[in-house]
């Protein structure tokens, strides 16, 4: 009996610590922008964890622990400067590194990011609203969309990254503000990374 009673106040405990902390790391926002399309959609939910860089103190901005570190593809949350929202950017450019963008192709040391181009009529469910480009590509594991020759910030000049800068883009590049436009974040400007697409559309990736 005595056996049976400390295993029930041990599964009471472990369920009410994940009652306490998923809250405080599992955070779900709803999509409201299309700058990250197709990836992510206008009304897509997403799931993100807060702790996946960071582990911090429940319910305060106090680091505990050292989870990792933001990976090249990371999608992630950003605060980025002059927007009150956190907004969804994806992860190209990591501390060390030197970025270029040359007609919307991420170059990184010199080497540019894989490209290849799906079909076309595999994406024919993003509704026009997103105002993607003209051509959908897969770029190093994940799909990216821009119109060749366009675009007000298609090209980007060589920048070098410091050591706790990183540099991210939407990935619908023609309708994105980014560092293209703000330069680079610091890490304590990125708050976590999507694990989870709650998807509205036909998703393939």
Known sequence: MLIR??????LLTVVAVVVVLVPAYLHAYVL????????LLLG??????QAAYWLKLPYTPIRLL???RPKR?????VKA???SNLIFKRVLG???????????????????????????TEFSWVPASHKMGSTIYEEDGHWVAFTSGAGEHRNFASMH??????????DNRDNSLDCRVWGPLKENAIFGKVILTLATGRRNK
Request: proline share 9%; aromatic share 2%.
């Open 5 to 10: 009673t400390k295993r029930c106040l041990i």
């Open 32 to 39: 409201s922008g299309a700058s990250d399309a197709p990836t």
């Open 44 to 49: 897509d939910k997403v799931i993100v964890n």
């Open 66 to 68: 050292r989870v990792s």
């Open 73 to 77: 593809g990371d999608l992630a949350l």
């Open 81 to 83: 400067p002059d927007i």
């Open 94 to 120: 990591l501390p060390g590194e030197t970025i270029e963008i040359r007609d919307n192709r991420v170059i990184v040391d010199g080497k540019p990011l894989p490209l290849k181009a799906p079909s076309q």
């Open 161 to 170: 990254l410091e050591g706790d800068e990183y540099f991210v883009l939407g």
